[in-house]
């Protein structure tokens, strides 16, 4: 079974710090995600990175930055975290599936960290 | 640009109901469909896709879905809910050609009522 796991649950932080989330998979996946979730928003897509020290821009990536040092080892940096980002954090790893007749991502998922900033 | 619509935010059915949960997306070329679900505190979890082929696909937990491209949707359905698929459920989609990264719904909260 693949599995994608994120160092924390619940993460509480004052407004101005800064804050890491490391998301570690462990079965070789070329790309992992970085999505928040927000209530009847559904999940909006930060940063992506499809190899070690490769890294793009998703839809939100205002306020954020990542690392991938290592394959297995995706971060995501909130630089001086406020208020508006307290969210719940999904991260994801996925083969792409590349044959004659496909092309598309199968995505797993992280357990989350629900992220409060006071 | 692909999008996707989940026609209600919330849907509620009695134990033992069916349970239907509405999708669509807009394209100009036959997608792959993916729903995810997730329970809660935890990830989302795929329930079923659909790629090629059999456009009936049969996912986890009694959960069916069904690709029909005149309506340019892709409902997914359960003849008999049970108190445990209360949870949120994710339609995604895709496109060939394009990034590869799945564009996911608002999502539709499942609550059951015994």
């Known amino acids: 079974d693949v599995k994608v796991t994120q160092s924390s649950r619940y993460l509480v932080k004052r407004t101005g710090e800064k804050v890491f989330l490391e998301c570690v998979q462990d079965?070789?996946?070329?790309?992992m995600f970085w999505y928040r979730q927000d209530p009847g928003l559904g999940l909006r897509l930060i940063y992506f990175s499809y190899d070690v020290k490769m890294k793009e821009k998703g839809d939100i990536p205002e306020g954020y930055s990542v690392s991938r040092e290592k394959k297995e080892r995706f971060s995501l940096i909130l630089e001086s975290a406020s208020t508006n980002q307290t969210s719940m954090y999904l991260c994801?790893?996925?083969?792409?599936?590349?044959?004659?007749?496909?092309?598309?991502?199968?995505?797993?998922f992280g357990p989350g960290t629900r992220l409060t900033v006071l | 640009a692909q999008s996707v619509t989940q026609l209600g935010s919330h849907v509620s059915v009695s134990e033992g109901a069916l349970v239907l949960l509405r999708c669509n997306y807009s394209s100009s070329v036959p997608p792959y469909l993916f729903w995810y679900v997730q329970y809660p505190n935890q990830g989302l979890q795929l329930l079923l896709k659909?790629?090629?082929?059999?456009?009936l696909v049969k996912g986890i937990n009694g959960f069916e879905a069904e690709f029909k491209k005149s309506e340019t949707s892709f409902h997914l359905t359960k003849p008999s809910a049970h108190m445990s698929d209360a949870a949120e459920y994710f339609c995604a989609v895709s496109f060939p050609g394009g990034s590869y990264i799945p564009t996911f719904g608002r999502g539709t909260s499942l609550i059951v009522h015994p």
């Open positions: 994801a790893s996925s083969l792409t599936i590349l044959t004659v007749t496909l092309s598309y991502n199968e995505q797993f």
């Open positions: 659909y790629t090629t082929g059999a456009t």
């Open positions: 079965m070789d996946h070329e790309n």
